[in-house]
């Protein structure tokens, strides 16, 4: 079996550090906690200790980046136009920035696929974690996507830190959020959601109006799909990958308690009419109601599209 490396992001960045990691999500930085990162000592940290463990090695960054970082050994650097975003429904007009992640990903994936590697682990460049480790674990799954972890309190969030799996798998992962119109304003959401929906061919209307949990209240619908998607498509990385994951040159603060995924019950609510009253709705309409559905949902969120469009053109 052929691997790659594929390392996404710029060689400066600035944001938040591994200090703000508080169990399992970025606490809001201040200002005196974003950090200006140079990213290329720790990129030539990673391939000094991990390249070997791969037969190519891919470098993806925006074409307005610093392209001064030396190819080195079985490294292929990539540099490609930051593309514009799309805006995600009801997020007042801010485009979802962290979709551009799935834009360079996608790109160094399909590099890898092109030249014959059928799996590849996926990093950021303003992180260090044993890759030769992640690769040796996922490449223990069967036809599954690694990922930092999983947390029963929201089960459709995922960490965007690392992922590793089949390059055919990682390109209908990055690619689904692209090619369909943005459903939630985190991107973590419609990572998980978009990806499901491609590989079970559900239907666009059910997402917004009978997937999404509420105050983490449950469906019997909600409580199915999840525990599909935890069986058969996702599967957490071992906790010392994350746990010794340094972000703009921090330890990560709190890493997030491991949990088995196949050992948690996606319990319904017994109680969800004030939380999923919505939902249940639509979910006992049935199929037979989802195109009608959808086209409401599409013309709701065009007629709000377009109110903001005038808005903000008068």
């Known amino acids: 079996m052929k691997t790659a490396l594929v390392i996404q992001g710029p060689t400066k960045s600035s944001g938040a550090t591994g200090a703000s990691q508080r169990s399992g999500f970025a606490s809001s930085p201040g200002p005196s906690e974003i950090k200006d990162f140079d990213c290329k000592p720790g990129l030539a940290r990673t391939l000094l200790k991990h390249s070997a463990s791969f037969d190519v090695c891919i470098l993806v960054s925006w074409d307005e980046e610093d392209s001064s970082f030396p190819s080195v050994g079985n490294l292929l650097k990539v540099s490609i136009a930051k593309p514009a975003m799309k805006i995600p429904p009801f997020s007042g007009g801010k485009p979802n920035n962290k979709l551009l992640q799935a834009y360079g990903r996608l790109e160094g994936v399909r590099l890898a696929a092109k030249i014959g590697c059928t799996f590849a682990v996926v990093v950021r460049s ?52 692209i090619i369909r119109r943005p459903l939630y304003r985190s991107a973590h959401h419609d990572y998980f959601f978009q990806y499901l929906m491609e590989r079970e061919r559900l239907r666009g209307s ?84 989802s195109a009608a559905v959808e086209r409401l949902w599409d013309r709701l969120v065009r007629f709000v599209e377009h109110a903001r469009r005038r808005a903000s053109s008068g």
């Open 126 to 177: 303003d992180q260090e974690l044993d890759c030769s480790s992640l690769l040796n674990n996922a490449q223990s799954f069967t036809d599954v996507i690694a990922v930092p972890n999983f947390d029963p309190r929201v089960p459709y969030h995922l960490a965007d830190f690392f992922l590793a799996g089949p390059t055919d798998a990682l390109e209908i992962f990055f690619q689904s959020p």
């Open 206 to 289: 059910l997402l917004p109006l009978q997937l999404f949990p509420k105050k983490g209240c449950l469906t019997v619908r909600q409580s199915e799909l999840l525990q599909l998607a935890w069986r058969r498509y996702f599967r957490p990385a071992e906790a010392e990958i994350y746990a010794n994951l340094i972000w703009r040159g921090e330890p990560i603060a709190e890493p997030p308690p491991w949990v088995d995924p196949a050992q948690f019950s996606f319990t319904p609510c017994r109680f969800f009419w004030s939380a999923n009253a919505r939902n249940m709705l639509f979910y006992w309409l049935g199929d037979s109601a």
